[in-house]
């Protein structure tokens, strides 16, 4: 069975709906790590499609755009590693305090191993108004400078101690996305 999925944009919506709020005191941090490989069992020079088979036994296509330079050196048996990283840092402002503007930036880094290889980085920074807090869930839920509402469980209760409707918080939202090829090993 073959499926096509954005893994990247499914992670990184569950993660920010997940962990915009976990904390409402001072400065915060929350991270995560996901990391899944996969062998290449085809490759279609043609389409620059790679077929990979997880551990599951589950069959992606993965279409490689004109970034993967170094696509001619993808073999069928070879080892695919992606590995996606976000955090979450944020801070209560005080009332009449300057927030930061919203502001994006990307990056990109190519792999110098033996096989194939690189990162791309994005960071997103926004403010959000507190618009409701259920402390009964425990949730909190926000509104961002564009209009979107987001809200989210927070772990630990005692995090919205302090929170008013109203607040305002700064978040600054890192992502990387990076994968790693590898001989099979014999």
């Known amino acids: 069975m073959t499926r096509r999925m954005n893994i990247h944009l499914l992670l990184l919506m569950m993660f920010y709906a997940c962990s915009v709020i976990a904390s409402a005191q001072g400065t915060a ?3 995560g ?3 899944t490989s996969a062998t290449i069992t085809a490759i279609n020079h043609t389409t620059r499609v790679v077929t990979l088979k997880d551990a599951q036994g ?3 296509d993965v279409l490689c755009g004109p970034e993967i330079t170094r ?3 993808l073999k069928v048996g070879d080892v695919v590693t992606f590995s996606y990283h976000a955090a979450v840092v944020y801070k209560i402002a005080k009332p009449g305090a300057s927030m930061s503007a919203a502001a994006s930036e990307v990056g990109t880094v190519k792999g ?6 690189g990162a791309i980085t994005h960071q997103r920074k926004a ?4 618009t409701a807090i ?8 926000v509104k961002t400078a564009d209009g979107h509402v987001l809200t989210a469980e927070v772990e630990d209760k005692k995090n919205l101690e302090g929170v008013k409707v109203g607040d305002k918080i700064a978040i600054t939202f890192t992502e990387a996305f990076m ?7 014999h």
């Open 127 to 130: 403010t959000v108004t507190v």
């Open 134 to 141: 259920d402390p009964a869930a425990p949730s909190i839920t």
């Open 58 to 60: 589950n069959v992606q």
């Open 33 to 35: 790590n996901v990391s």
């Open 71 to 73: 696509f001619n050196e």
């Open 29 to 31: 941090a929350r991270a």
């Open 112 to 117: 110098q191993g033996p096989k194939p290889g």
């Open 179 to 185: 994968v790693t090829v590898e001989a099979p090993k």
